[in-house]
């Protein structure tokens, strides 16, 4: 079983400032990685993710993670944030074990980005 | 190209009630998947299902139940509500079942029970 944990339920950040969105996971066996969007009554849209190779991966509007295999963390960036990014960013897991695309998601960090 | 459609968007029931809700996946998706987002408990796994198979299920009690149709769209069911089973409830779709694959989430239901 896996297990994921975003350390920071709620990041405030003026617009054109970088952000870093934490997440670690703890898992047994190997796992994929992902960050997933949320905008107000929306459902979720897919940011990037990590399979395999280079560790550092970029995404759609900017957004940017790199993954550290020793500290089991996969933590978001972006250099300068927009209003626009205010929403939900989840990150999640699935293993390589799973016949599956069943993702382990952590509790969301809630990205405010002020004027 | 159309994206997930779950319907009804909002759907109020009392307790000991039972729902349906639907999922429509994006055309040529055959895989789709459903999640529980709750304030208190965040994202669950509910069931996946590829083929009219189920490939994989959540830790959630008998009363949640779900099933795949020829055409990819799924319902899922949940009988004798309870006040917990509050909830947005999120369908996913995407084109198999390989692990990795990307997820395209519907806009959701949102289910109260009174």
């Known amino acids: 079983a896996q297990s994921v944990t975003q350390l920071d339920s709620q990041v405030p950040v003026f617009e054109e400032a970088p952000v870093e969105l934490r997440c670690n996971y703890s898992s047994s066996v190997s796992v994929y990685l992902f960050w997933y969007v949320q905008y107000p009554n929306q459902g979720l849209q897919l940011l990037l993710k990590y399979l395999s190779g280079s560790t550092l991966v970029k995404g759609i509007n900017g957004f940017e993670a790199e993954f550290n295999k020793s500290q089991t963390s996969f933590h978001l960036r972006k250099p300068s944030v927009h209003i626009s990014d205010t929403a939900e960013y989840f990150c999640?897991?699935?293993?390589?074990?799973?016949?599956?695309?069943?993702?382990?998601f952590g509790g969301g960090t809630r990205l405010m980005v002020k004027p | 190209k159309a994206g997930v459609t779950q319907t009804p968007r909002y759907l109020i029931k009392t307790r000991g009630q039972q729902v349906t809700l639907s999922c429509s996946p994006i055309?040529?998706?055959?895989?789709v998947s459903w999640y529980q987002q709750t304030p208190g408990q965040g994202l669950q796994f509910l069931f996946e299902y590829f083929s009219e198979t189920q490939r994989n299920k959540g830790n959630f009690p008998g009363r949640f139940s779900g099933r795949q149709f020829s055409n990819s769209r799924s319902e899922m069911n949940v009988s004798t509500l309870e006040l917990g089973d509050s909830a947005l409830y999120l369908c996913?779709?995407?084109?198999?079942?390989?692990?990795?694959?990307?997820?395209?989430f519907g806009s959701g239901t949102q289910l109260s029970v009174l």
């Open positions: 996913a779709s995407s084109l198999g079942p390989a692990r990795g694959e990307k997820l395209f």
């Open positions: 999640a897991v699935s293993d390589w074990d799973n016949a599956g695309n069943m993702l382990t």
């Open positions: 055309s040529g998706h055959r895989s």
